[in-house]
């Protein structure tokens, strides 16, 4: 246990630089892409005095590097500064936000876990037959489909063909979770279709592997077979790609959120883009990159777990 | 059942085994009507170049093979039960209790992620209804006994942290940990140190005599036969070419595939006045994807006949127990002289 704490600790250390240069990148594009947030906000009614006392109330007037050096001092403490537009403390929003997006997220990536696992473990046991080529088929499509096509296609579906279920939005209530429905399933459907993917090829790998032949030799079942000697060493990819499915996951929850219109820091993340909003860019962007760390770590920690031979370093 | 009445004649009588592959460029006989018997307690080789057959034959017997395979034949008959009869439950029942099997490779014959004793125990488990502590017990005891020190540490081990010639041990304790009738050991000695194999085969040797287990040898080490092996099967192209004792087929080997086989052992003190150059059999093993007319080793064989192309050989005894399929069986050294 000791092994992993330290290699925890260590970890740790070294995505400060990683965070630093993900802050680093996101100043730039910021100010690299046209368009003064001051101006944006005007609307119409376009007032050079007013927009100037904007940039100065904002620090957009100030040199870069005495920008940079303010924002980058102030996130050491998590202090992203208020919203250009709303006037919030940013990580006021996230975290107020955090609960709505926990809420879509975790089932969905658990379902979306054990349904692709499952998945992809019966389709490896039956591969070539008609089931396997019927999930592959399946998974396929989901794959090959951009994302909000498929979110917009449901609310098509279920929303406005069916009328059974409500489209978007959050309300509170004891039919609210109702709203859930639609963004949870089209969530799920995405980390679904890739882990099935996944799962299949991995164990469809193991199987030919001689210690498989010595299980069956030995006169285990099927079933024991490949839950015990091959999805074990199946998972192995799979857990070390940990991160690649959070990223997954996040950016999924970045496209449903925005077309279910659901209250969490997808939105926040989408609305802040719309209106240059940089203050929030910066949290949400950095808050994506701490879980994406975390799941990296989370990713190795379990990878040992997983395989004996793997020694944390 | 059949196995609680006492059986007498063979343990393992197979007869007529075909195996079959269908592949991209067609189908393929590996196995072609091989007949081989294993009597209880008894040791058999199995040899052949590479690509004869001894692995599919081997492995057709616990009804292993790749499932792109086909296994046909007359019967496989296991103390008296016919194995090609029986349901995939009943055959997993044997596997592993009755039958077990050693592989080549002990580096990826043992599953990476399991420890040593879960490994160990499972057939334990599955066969005889231990509880995994009873058979964490048992499992290390059996680890000692093939000569593992410090057994009950190593249970907790995984593959990696054993060498090559502890693995091959581990593998061995756990194919005879259900005390096995018959022990099918595919070239169990190949991939390891010439230093180790011996201590290996000593091990196997050993270990069948306290268990009464028989075993099938596949080797294409002839020294390893000589010196562990009842009697021996020499296979050519997926056909047995040759049976008998060990003494019988090394004091007089009768199909020139095994003389051919002897000459390319090489020897420490070669006879006076042969060449010390390992003589190997020159040409290579026909492809089993088409068909083969007459003796499937005529284009390598120095006794050859015009007919020996076009007329497949008959098994013939040359003596009691000693078969050879040759036309000339018995008579090459009075026949036609080797060119
Ligand atoms: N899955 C398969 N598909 C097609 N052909 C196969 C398959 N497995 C084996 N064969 C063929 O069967 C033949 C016999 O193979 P086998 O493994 O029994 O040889 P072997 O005598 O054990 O050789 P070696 O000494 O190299 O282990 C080979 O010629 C091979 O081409
Ligand atoms: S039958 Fe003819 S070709 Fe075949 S082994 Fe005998 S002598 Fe050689
Ligand atoms: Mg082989």
New interface residues.
């Given amino acids: 246990m000791n092994a992993y704490l330290s290699y925890t600790i260590r970890r740790l250390v070294l995505t400060v630089p990683i965070l630093w240069g993900v802050f680093t990148v996101t100043f730039i594009l910021f100010f690299i892409v046209p368009g003064d947030p001051a101006r944006l906000i005007m609307g119409q009614h376009r007032d050079p005095a007013m927009q100037a006392a904007m940039q100065k109330q904002w620090g957009l007037d100030q040199p870069k590097h005495v920008q940079y050096w303010g924002f980058l001092k102030k996130m050491v403490v998590l202090d992203f500064g208020r919203s250009f537009t709303t006037k919030r403390e940013v990580t006021q929003s996230i975290l107020q936000r955090l609960p709505a997006t926990a809420v879509l997220g975790l089932p969905s990536l658990t379902l979306g876990l054990l349904l692709g696992v499952a998945a992809g473990l019966w389709s490896a046991m039956r591969a070539n037959r008609a089931v396997d080529n019927t999930i592959r088929f399946v998974t396929f499509s989901l794959v090959s489909i951009p994302f909000f096509l498929l979110a917009i296609c449901l609310q098509w579906l279920f929303g406005q063909h069916l009328r059974i279920l409500p489209i978007s939005g959050y309300i509170n209530g004891p039919w609210g979770w109702l709203h859930l429905v639609l963004p949870v399933f089209a969530m799920t459907l995405g980390s679904f279709a890739g882990l099935t993917r996944l799962t299949r090829t991995a164990v469809l790998e193991v199987l030919t592997?001689?210690?498989i032949?010595?299980?069956?030799?030995?006169?285990?079942?099927e079933l024991v077979v490949v839950v015990?000697?091959a999805l074990?060493?199946a998972m192995?990819p799979l857990v070390t790609n940990l991160s690649v499915s959070v990223a997954g996951a996040l950016t999924g929850a970045f496209f449903v959120e925005a077309v279910f219109a659901w209250p969490g820091i997808g939105l926040l993340a989408v609305d802040a883009i719309n209106n240059r909003d940089f203050p929030v860019i910066m949290g949400t962007v950095m808050f994506g990159a701490v879980l994406f760390v975390i799941a990296d770590i989370v990713g190795d920690l379990l990878t040992a777990c997983?395989?004996?031979?793997v020694a944390l370093k | 059942m059949s196995t609680q009445i006492p059986h007498a004649g063979p343990l393992l009588d197979v007869s007529g085994l075909t195996v079959d592959f269908r592949t991209l460029a067609g189908p393929v006989r590996a196995v072609h009507g091989v007949d081989l018997a294993v009597m209880p307690g008894e040791v058999v080789g199995l040899v052949g170049e590479s690509g004869c057959g001894k692995t599919q034959t081997c492995l057709s017997i616990s009804r292993l093979i790749h499932p792109s395979g086909r296994i046909g034949g007359r019967h496989i008959l296991f103390e008296g039960t016919d194995l090609l009869q029986l349901g995939e439950r009943e055959m997993r029942r044997l596997r592993g209790a009755r039958i077990s099997m050693v592989f080549q490779e002990p580096m990826s014959s043992l599953n990476p992620c399991l420890s040593i004793g879960e490994q160990l125990s499972e057939p334990l488990v599955l066969h005889q209804g231990m509880d995994w502590r009873q058979a964490g017990r048992h499992a290390a005891e059996m680890l000692g006994r093939v000569g593992i020190p410090e057994a009950k540490q190593r249970c907790r081990e995984y593959p990696h942290q054993l060498s090559g010639g502890m693995r091959q041990r581990a593998m061995i304790a756990m194919a005879l940990i259900c005390r096995p009738k018959l022990l099918l050991a595919d070239e169990p000695t190949t991939a390891l140190d010439v230093t180790v194999q011996a201590q290996i085969l000593a091990l196997m040797l050993e270990l069948r005599e306290q268990t009464g287990a028989a075993v099938l040898l596949v080797t294409h080490n002839l020294g390893v036969v000589a010196q562990s092996c009842d009697r021996i099967y020499v296979m050519y192209a997926g056909q047995v070419v040759e049976e008998g004792t060990t003494a019988a087929i090394f004091g007089r080997p009768e199909h020139p595939y095994t003389r051919g086989l002897m000459r390319s052992v090489p020897r420490l003190r070669p006879p006076a006045g042969s060449p010390d150059r390992l003589e190997s059999i020159p040409g290579t093993v026909p492809r089993l994807d088409t068909p083969l007319p007459g003796c499937r080793f005529h284009s390598r064989c120095a006794y050859a006949e015009p007919r020996c192309s076009s007329e497949p050989p008959e098994v013939r005894a040359v003596e009691p127990g000693h078969l050879s399929r040759c036309h000339f069986a018995g008579q090459l050294d009075h026949g036609g002289a080797p060119r």
């Avoid at chain 1, 997983?306 to 031979?309: A, F, K, Q, S, T």
């Fill in positions: 592997e001689d210690y032949r010595t299980a069956k030799a030995k006169g285990l079942p015990r000697h074990r060493n192995i997983v395989d004996p031979r």
